[in-house]
C-alpha cells in the first residue's frame, strides 16, 4: 500500500547522529520523522558498537580483577566464568539504551518508521518495509545519517563467516571464548574486544601494519600503553602486512609479511577478528539518482553547514567526513537540527576527544606532539604519573601518566592526553579547558578535589609552566 505523509524534516538512520538531530530538531519545533531499517533504534553505536562494547568491557575488567588485583586488597574469590550471564547483561543493557530511543522519539512527538529509507528526489523519501509495503514521506529537508559498516583489508577478499572469521559485529557475541585469537588492526575497536577475550582467556595477537598501535595516538602515550598490554598478555606484530585469511581446520590462518617487506608468516588461531576500520554505508540509499555528490572514499560530500550539493539535502556522522564517533555524529545533529531551525549551530572539530575504554583507558583531545613537531609548533611539555597520585595506589591503578602540550609563549592548551583508569572521564577537563581556549595555568590554578585522578592532570598542568608539587 502507499501512504504520503508531509514533515519539516526526514532523518534516514537512527544512531547518534540521526536520533540527536531528531529530537533537537523536534524540540525546537520541527515537524520529524525517522527512518530506521533495523528493528531498534541507536544504529551501530547502541546495538552493535560502543554500548555493548562498553558492557563487555566492564564485566571482563571486573573479571580481571577478581583474579588479579582482589587479593591484594584483601578479597579472597574463586572468580569463574559465565559467559551466557555477561553476554544477557551486554543484551540488557543494549535494550535499555534502545528502548530508551523509543521513549525519547515518542516525548518529543516524533514519527518513527521502521524500513528501508530511499531519497525519491529532494523532499520525498521513500521507505520500504521488511513485508515489502512502500510508502512515501515528504519533507522540507532530509538528513542522511545513515552512519557506516565494517570495512574490509583493502585489495583482499577476506572470507567473514562470522564464527570464525568475524568482524566486531559477531565479535561481540562470541558464545565460547576461544583459545587463541587474532585481531587483524591495532585500532581502538581491535584493542578494545581483544581486551574483552584476552581477559577472558583467549592468548590475543594483534597483527597491525603500522609500526605502533592506535595510529593517530599521541607516539609517547601509545609505546606506554603497549607496554603495558603486553604485561596483560597482548602479543603483537607490528608494522605487519596481512596478505591472506582463510579457514583451516581447526580455526583460521593469517599471513602477513613485514611491510617494508621481507619474509611472509603465517599464525593459526581459533577466532580471526578483522578489525580494519569502517566505510561509510549509503548503498540502497538512491544518492546517484538523487545526484548527491559523494568523495572518492565514498562518502557523503558536504559543506561547513551540512548540506550535500542538492539543496534540502544534509548529511552527518560516520557517513561524512571526519572522525568516526558517536559524539561527533551526535554533536552534528545537534547543529544541524538548529541550523534547520533558524539558529547558529557549530560544531568545534579541534576540541573533539577520543577514548580507549580497555585497561588503563587512553584519551585525548587536541594536537599530538608529532602534529606539534610537523607543524613546527614552539611547545612546552607537562606530565604526571599515576604512581605518584595517592588515590590511585588506593585503587591499585598506577599504571599511565597524563602530558599536556601547551603553546611556548602562551601557555595555552594545545592537546591533552591521559593513560591511565578513567581517562575517558577526566579527559572532559581538558576539552572544556580547550573549548574556552584556557591556558595550563588556568586549570592548575583550579582547585581539584582531594583524593582524585583528576589531581595528576591538574599536576601535570602545572608541570607545563611550573612545577608539580608532588614528582
Ligand atoms: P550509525 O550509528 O551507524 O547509524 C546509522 C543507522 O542508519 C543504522 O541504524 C542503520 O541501520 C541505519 N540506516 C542506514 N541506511 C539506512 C537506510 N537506507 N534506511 C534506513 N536506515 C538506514 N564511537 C564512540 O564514540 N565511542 C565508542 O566507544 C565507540 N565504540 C565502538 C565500538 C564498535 C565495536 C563499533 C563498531 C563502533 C564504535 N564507535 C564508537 C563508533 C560509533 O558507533 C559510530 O561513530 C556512530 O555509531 C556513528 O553514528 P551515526 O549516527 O553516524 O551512524
Known amino acids: 500500500s502507499e501512504t504520503a505523509s508531509s514533515f519539516d524534516l526526514v532523518v534516514i538512520g537512527s544512531g547518534p547522529g540521526g536520533y540527536v538531530c531528531a529530537i533537537k530538531a523536534a524540540q525546537l519545533g520541527l515537524k520529524v520523522a525517522v527512518v530506521e531499517k533495523r ?4 544504529g551501530t553505536c547502541l546495538n552493535i558498537g560502543c554500548i555493548p562494547s562498553k558492557a563487555l568491557l566492564h564485566a571482563s575488567e571486573m573479571y580481571a580483577e577478581a583474579h588479579h588485583s582482589f587479593a591484594d586488597l584483601g578479597i579472597k574469590v574463586a572468580p ?10 551486554k543484551d540488557k543493557t543494549v535494550k535499555a539504551n534502545v528502548d530508551g530511543v523509543a521513549f525519547l522519539f515518542r516525548k518529543n512527538k516524533i514519527t518513527p518508521v521502521t524500513g528501508m529509507g530511499r531519497i525519491a528526489k529532494a523532499g520525498e523519501v521513500e521507505v520500504t518495509a521488511e513485508d515489502g509495503a512502500k510508502q512515501t514521506l515528504r519533507t522540507k529537508s532530509i538528513v542522511i545519517a545513515t552512519g557506516s559498516a565494517v570495512a574490509g583489508i583493502p585489495g583482499l577478499d577476506v572470507p567473514l563467516d562470522e564464527t570464525t572469521i568475524v568482524s566486531s559485529d559477531n565479535a561481540i557475541a562470541l558464545q565460547k571464548v576461544p583459545a587463541t585469537m587474532i585481531v587483524v588492526g591495532g ?6 574486544l581483544g581486551s574483552v577475550w584476552s581477559r577472558l582467556g583467549a592468548r590475543v595477537t594483534v597483527v597491525e601494519y603500522l609500526d605502533k598501535v592506535l595510529g593517530p595516538m599521541d607516539g609517547e602515550v601509545s609505546t606506554q600503553f603497549q607496554k603495558i598490554l603486553v604485561k596483560q598478555g597482548f602479543h603483537f606484530k607490528l608494522g605487519a602486512k596481512v596478505t591472506n585469511i582463510e579457514r583451516t581446520g581447526a580455526g583460521a590462518a593469517v599471513t602477513f609479511e613485514p611491510a ?12 580471526v577478528l578483522v578489525a580494519t576500520g569502517r566505510k561509510p554505508f549509503t548503498a540502497g540509499l538512491g544518492l546517484e539518482e538523487a545526484g548527491v555528490a559523494m568523495d572518492r572514499a565514498g562518502r557523503v560530500e558536504i559543506d561547513a553547514h551540512y548540506r550535500t550539493n ?13 572522525p568516526m564517533l558517536a559524539h561527533k555524529a551526535e554533536d552534528e545533529g545537534i547543529a544541524l537540527a538548529e541550523q534547520l531551525a533558524g539558529q547558529a549551530g557549530h560544531v568545534n572539530y579541534g576540541v573533539i576527544p577520543s577514548v580507549v575504554y580497555t585497561s588503563p583507558e587512553v584519551a585525548s583531545v587536541g594536537h599530538t606532539e608529532e602534529e606539534l613537531k610537523t607543524k613546527g609548533v614552539e611547545y612546552r611539555v607537562g606530565k604526571f604519573p599515576f604512581t605518584a597520585n595517592g588515590r590511585g595506589r588506593a585503587m591499585l591503578h598506577t599504571d599511565g601518566f597524563v602530558k599536556f602540550l601547551t603553546d611556548a ?20 577537563e581538558a576539552s572544556v579547558l580547550m573549548e574556552f581556549g584556557g591556558s595550563a595555568e588556568d586549570l592548575a590554578r583550579t582547585c581539584h578535589a582531594h583524593p582524585t585522578l583528576s589531581e595528576a592532570v591538574r599536576e601535570a598542568a602545572f608541570a607545563a609552566f611550573a612545577k608539580p608539587i608532588h614528582v
Not at 39 to 42: I, R
Not at 260 to 271: H, I, Q
Open 39 to 42: 528493528s531498534t533504534f541507536g
Open 80 to 89: 569463574e566464568l559465565d559467559l551466557p550471564t555477561m553476554l544477557g547483561h
Open 187 to 192: 585500532g581502538v575497536i581491535g584493542l578494545e
Open 260 to 271: 617494508k617487506g621481507g619474509e611472509a608468516e603465517t599464525l593459526e588461531a581459533e577466532v
Open 310 to 322: 542538492v539543496e534540502g539535502i544534509y548529511a552527518i556522522g560516520d557517513v561524512v567526513k571526519g
Open 409 to 428: 609563549k602562551t601557555d595555552r592548551v594545545l592537546g591533552v592526553h591521559i593513560l591511565g583508569h578513567s581517562a575517558g572521564d577526566m579527559i572532559a
